[in-house]
């Protein structure tokens, strides 16, 4: 597994898995993803660039699985993964996050990381707790997602915790 930019060529793979309903549902893009609606993922800023830069997740032979984002403002960093079906349960989305909170904390500098998930994604949650991130707290209904008011869990480690 290896992280890279996002080129125009990834967008109709792209495109696919974000427009997969069991991808999607947790997810808060809107749906159907279009292709102009995923061409603001290329990105030629260095990772790390105040924003949210997204990065491709691929395998060995160069097949885009799915995308991770690091969006930095000051000393804090948020992060989120997104990954195909056919690419979930395999270690893919710890690796992919793994090396990305790693290069937030070691090169960037950032204090704090945090994702943001609806708490109906077991699955996030738990990679979350593996990573050593902490549950920080939920939202009760504090957003409306596709018609529906929807909890929000949050989830952090600091820099301290990342190298302990």
Do not use: K
Not at 61 to 66: L, M, S
Not at 125 to 149: D, M, P
């Amino acid at each position: 597994m290896t992280l890279r930019p996002l080129t125009p060529d990834d967008l109709p793979s792209v495109l696919a898995y974000r427009n997969d309903p069991q991808v999607a549902q947790y997810q808060g893009w809107a749906l159907p993803a279009t292709l102009d609606s995923v061409a603001g993922l290329v990105s030629g800023a260095p990772l790390g660039s105040p924003g949210c830069v997204q990065r491709a997740v691929t395998l060995p032979g160069g097949e885009v699985i799915g995308d991770v984002a690091l969006n930095t403002q000051g000393s804090q960093a948020e992060v989120g993964v997104t990954l195909a079906r056919h690419a979930q349960g395999h270690g893919y989305a710890r690796e992919a996050l793994h090396a990305l909170i790693t290069h937030a904390f070691t090169d960037l500098g950032v204090h704090r990381v945090h994702a943001s998930i609806d708490p109906r994604n077991a699955a996030v949650a738990a990679l979350l707790i593996r990573l050593g991130f902490r549950h920080e707290g939920t939202s009760l209904q504090s957003y409306l997602h596709r018609g529906e008011w929807t909890d929000d869990a949050a989830y952090a480690v600091l820099a301290s915790e990342w190298t302990a």
